[in-house]
């Protein structure tokens, strides 16, 4: 990506948006740019506050009256000497006419000359007028190699005693996905809390990590205890996803294999998507991040939900390989406010931006999406080729109940044998896992509320007075059924039964 931008740079490309909310950062990596020209070219920061100041000068050396916007892209029309001129913070003047005016004025002006205006900001705010010139670009954040030196200079200055590199890069890639800052400041507190950076304070690193990732209230890392034991049936879903086990390995790539993208679980509510998903992590081996769409759409200011998007992407990115886990798909494409004819298009901009990336990303990070509703769900989502496979999760069959009683008893008792499963498995015709589990639970709490073991009976009591989804929904369960068997592969071997099925 910092290539991107060198090349952007080098190709005279007149009018670049960086984001980032590391500004010192992408100003060093833009004067080492041009430094490293053969005609290096002098790099000029605006911002507000001082108008016009050369790069690594002081603020006294401020071009005057050029803090006013309009002057400042003026002051680079006149220059005469090729020029780089990084604008801190334009977005909130750029919709003004004036200030519009002037930029494709400069535009217009530096063809030939090798001048380049950089505008710089966390947040993407992009008149319509200037959307056909202007370039959008993420700055990356650090890579090993600049952790690397955040982690040095925070050894050095704590004298710490030389640790192996195995132990180093442990460090460092327990860091990969926060800003510099954030590094160091989690180095920092790592060293200062331990007394020392050694191998045991990869922990506190990785869990500060967490923490200020969670903080920003998007992503969130989840740690799931389960393995993919816990989910009853769904054996197709599983043998694709043990079969990938390995897909993110070198090996894999040296033998000639894609990266997995991503896949779809659409399906009937309560019966495992979720849970799936998030054991995956553990079966490849994989950190978790768990999007909230909901949380990704603000609408306190224009072009805020875009920034949030593109900066989670940007994280997850950093952390690759990584599972990136969106549930429920559907409800996130609603928009957070409304439909996507309510919020001004907000939530289908999103859904665009989301879309190229998945189309564009090179690096390994897997999309793991969950959906119910599928008239919600945009056609361009279940195009092929956007994800690797869509799964289908429908209601489980009577083998698969039986696997989920199992389950969901054992991980409660440890004599099942006294239940006769197959009879729970009968009488349970129509449940989701998620039925049954919480069937279990009342017939627990019955038992318990007369201090009691529970039976069989209890079970079977708590399963007849129980109303399932797919009878209180069966419209809607048979609708999605219907439409996801034509489109979507089955996440189990076997037909469902039920398909015979009349309520
Ligand atoms: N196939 C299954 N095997 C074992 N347990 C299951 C299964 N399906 C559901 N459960 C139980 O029900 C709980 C809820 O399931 P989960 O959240 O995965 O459903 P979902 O398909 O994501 O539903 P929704 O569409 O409502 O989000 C699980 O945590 C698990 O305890
Ligand atoms: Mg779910």
Request: with cysteine; glycine share 6%.
């Amino acid at each position: 990506m910092k290539e991107e931008l060198k090349i952007l740079i080098e190709a005279q490309y007149p009018l670049i948006y960086l984001m980032t909310s590391e500004e010192e950062r992408a100003e060093s990596a833009i004067s080492q740019i041009s430094q490293k020209e053969s005609e290096h070219r002098r790099v000029y920061i605006w911002t507000v506050t001082h108008g016009i100041v050369e790069y690594g000068q002081p603020r006294q050396t401020t071009q005057h009256n050029t803090v006013s916007p309009e002057a400042a892209i003026e002051w680079t029309i006149r220059q005469k000497e090729p020029g780089i001129y990084i604008f801190k913070d334009l977005h909130p003047f750029i919709e003004s006419p004036p200030v519009n005016r002037w930029l494709r004025d400069a535009i217009a002006n530096f063809k030939g000359d090798e001048k380049i205006i950089i505008l710089m900001s966390p947040i993407q705010e992009i008149p319509i007028e200037l959307e056909k010139d202007v370039i959008v670009l993420d700055f990356p954040l650090p890579n090993l190699k600049e952790l690397d030196e955040v982690l040095s200079q925070q050894l050095r200055k704590a004298k710490s005693r030389r640790i192996t590199t195995e132990v180093r890069e442990k460090l460092l890639r327990a860091a990969l996905g926060l800003t510099k800052d954030e590094a160091e400041k989690v180095y920092r507190k790592a060293q200062v809390k331990a007394g020392r950076l050694t191998e045991s304070e990869v922990e506190i690193v990785l869990s500060e990590k967490k923490q200020l990732i969670r903080r920003n209230g998007i992503l969130e890392y989840i740690e799931e205890d389960e393995t993919i034991d816990a989910v009853g049936g769904l054996e197709e879903l599983k043998k694709w996803l043990v079969q990938r086990s390995n897909a993110f390995t070198e090996r894999a790539r040296e033998y000639g294999l894609p990266q997995p993208k991503g896949m779809l679980i659409l399906g009937v509510p309560g019966c495992g998507k979720s849970l799936i998903a998030k054991t995956t992590s553990r079966l490849w081996g994989l950190p978790i991040l768990r999007l909230d769409m909901g949380r990704v759409y603000d609408g306190s200011m224009v072009g805020r939900s875009e920034a949030n998007l593109r900066n989670a992407l940007k994280t997850a990115e950093s952390i690759s390989p990584v599972i990136l886990f969106i549930d429920e798909l559907d409800k996130a494409f609603a928009g957070g406010t409304g439909s996507a004819d309510s919020d001004g298009g907000t939530s289908s901009r999103i859904f665009g931006s989301f879309l190229t990336w998945m189309q564009e990303k090179t690096s390994p990070v897997f999309v793991m999406a969950t959906a119910n509703r599928l008239e919600k769900l945009p056609g361009e989502f279940l195009r092929k080729g956007r994800f690797d496979e869509i799964f289908f999760v429908d209601l489980p069959n009577t083998e698969e109940r039986q696997d989920i009683f199992r389950i969901h008893l054992k991980k409660r008792r440890s004599d099942i044998n006294r239940f006769d499963i197959e009879q729970l498995a009968k009488v349970s015709e129509g449940f989701s896992g998620a039925e049954i589990e919480q069937a279990l639970i009342a017939a627990m709490y019955d038992a318990f509320a007369q201090d009691r073991e529970f039976t069989q009976l209890d079970i079977i009591a708590a399963i007849k007075s129980t109303l399932p989804l797919s009878r209180t929904m069966t419209e809607q369960v048979t609708a999605l059924r219907d439409w996801a068997r034509q489109r979507a592969r089955p996440a189990s071997a076997s037909v469902a039964e039920y398909q015979r099925l009349e309520f």
